[in-house]
């Protein structure tokens, strides 16, 4: 007989398949991680470089997870009324241990009542991709802002910071899977932000100015909430 699964459970299926997994591996590179640091402290040179690769590419491996998968559950995902002031404070909790780790501060500045529909752990997903990269831009002094409010209906959350910047070279390839300038980097955070997004029927633009800053504007619509 015939049973075809609808593209929507299809989906379904594939993603709490993925944050299954994605949860089960992490552990394991890690673990291999640490024995491969302890095996290259008594390694000979050449050894010790190749240890080194080694290590590389497990980071690579546990960075697109975390690109990704930080916030899948292997359970159903269903779309919500998501408070955006929530969300925000939850990353910041998130993200600002990392900026304190780069000499730099964090403000995160949200209007009350900012309501929009999405995944929950999609949207962490997004913005914390995105807030990486500003840690990671950061120089001296570094200062990434947050703010969020509502403009003509529509709910509106900036992330900007000083660091690195951009030129038009690279503003242009944002997104594209695989463009990255850091050595560690999996040139897939951007896209998956992208697509997130679009997902939601938001809209993402970038400004950045090298040696300045940049600036991140994202969209959602504003959610009925009656
Ligand atoms: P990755 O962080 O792994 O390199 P992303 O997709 O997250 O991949 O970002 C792609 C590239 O975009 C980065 O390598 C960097 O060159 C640039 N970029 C993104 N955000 C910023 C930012 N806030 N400041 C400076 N450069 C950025
Ligand atoms: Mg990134």
């Known amino acids: 007989y015939n049973y075809q699964l609808q593209q929507s459970e299809r989906m379904q299926i594939i993603s709490e398949l993925a944050a299954s997994i994605a949860h089960e591996i992490r552990n394991p590179l890690q673990v291999t991680r640490g024995f491969l640091q302890l095996l290259s402290r008594n390694a000979t040179e050449a050894n010790k470089n190749y240890y080194g690769m080694a290590i590389n ?29 929530q969300e925000l404070s939850t990353m910041e909790t998130i993200i600002r241990p990392m900026v304190m780790l780069h000499g730099g501060i964090l403000n995160v500045e949200a209007s009350e009542h900012l309501k929009i529909i999405g995944s929950s752990a999609k949207f962490k997903q997004a913005f914390m991709n995105m807030l990486k990269n500003s840690v990671e831009s950061l120089q001296e002094d570094g200062t990434i802002d947050v703010v969020a409010y509502e403009e003509n209906s529509a709910v509106v959350i900036r992330i900007s910071d000083n660091g690195l910047g951009m030129d038009e070279d690279q503003l242009a390839k944002l997104g594209n899977p695989y463009f990255s300038t850091k050595t560690k ?34 969209r959602f619509p504003l959610a009925n909430q009656d």
């Open 57 to 85: 590419e497990l980071d690579r491996a546990a960075g697109i997870i975390t690109d990704y998968l930080t916030f899948a559950k292997p359970e159903q995902e269903t779309m919500v009324l998501m408070d955006v002031k």
């Open 185 to 218: 980097g999996t040139g897939l955070g951007l896209m998956v932000t992208f697509r997130i997004i679009e997902a939601m029927n938001g809209t993402l633009v970038f400004h950045s100015e090298k040696g300045k800053g940049t600036e991140a504007t994202i």
